[in-house]
């Protein structure tokens, strides 16, 4: 069974432009959600799709956005890039929600100049 | 704001030697608990969940957990240097998932040959 994959792997933008990084689940999974690791901060919550539907969303600026298809497939846009987004997205997928096994893609490394 | 404590280390441990990690968590309502394994500059890597009081085991690998103490712990018999890596602690929150799954900062183990 194919596991999550996510693209682009790595990204450099500059300050101020945006950014859309894409998620593909493991299949037979709805759930995805999206988390930025820092150095500093560790893992934190970005949001969680199900069913196409925002169903939660973790404690950042709007300018980190989100969607999810029809296929289970998501994106995450941050537009008006800082410096301080330079991080690692990681998307994870599971069965149904957050109480299941979460797995993990490779994430996207993205560098903000 | 619902935490997961991990001592951060590193830790250091002899090979063929149990290595055991320590996680608390805040939020007495969380049912479900998993450990992740992350070696640097990869993506997080399930290795364990455990959702009932008591331990769970899948090969090298021991899950412990008790409610009532609100504390986790996951053991690795004959520790090997292929298991150093940070290891994270996560639970989703018993408010319906809102806060996705918190982690801990995660603890650097060392297993040295």
């Known amino acids: 069974k194919a596991g999550v994959t996510q693209t682009p792997r790595y990204l450099i933008k500059t300050r101020g432009q945006q950014v859309t990084l894409s998620c593909s689940p493991i299949s037979g999974h709805r759930s995805v959600s999206w988390y930025q690791q820092t150095p500093g901060q560790g893992l934190q919550f970005l949001f969680e799709?199900?069913?196409?539907?925002?169903?939660n969303k973790g404690n950042f600026p709007g300018r980190f956005s989100g969607r999810q298809f029809s296929n289970s497939r998501s994106e995450m846009n941050v537009s008006t890039l800082e410096l301080g987004d330079s991080a690692l997205y990681l998307c994870?997928?599971?069965?149904?929600?957050?109480?299941?096994?979460?797995?993990f893609g490779p994430g996207t490394r993205l560098t903000v100049l | 704001q619902k935490e997961v404590e991990q001592n951060s280390g590193p830790l250091s441990v002899p090979e063929g030697a149990i290595a055991s990690l320590n996680c608390t968590y805040s939020?007495?309502?969380?049912?479900?608990f998993f450990w992740y394994r992350q070696y640097s500059g990869k993506s997080p890597e399930l290795i364990m969940s455990?959702?009932?009081?008591g331990d769970k085991e899948d090969g090298r690998f021991t899950a412990q957990l008790n409610k009532a103490s609100q504390y986790v712990s996951l053991l690795i018999r004959d520790s090997q240097p292929s298991d150093s890596a940070t290891y994270l602690c996560?639970?989703?929150?018993?408010?319906?998932?809102?806060?996705?799954?918190?982690f801990g900062k995660g603890t650097h183990l060392i297993i040295q040959p």
């Open positions: 996560a639970a989703p929150d018993s408010g319906g998932g809102a806060d996705g799954l918190t």
């Open positions: 939020d007495r309502g969380s049912q479900s």
């Open positions: 799709y199900f069913s196409e539907t925002q169903r």
């Open positions: 994870a997928s599971s069965l149904s929600s957050v109480y299941n096994e979460q797995f």
């Open positions: 455990i959702y009932s009081n």
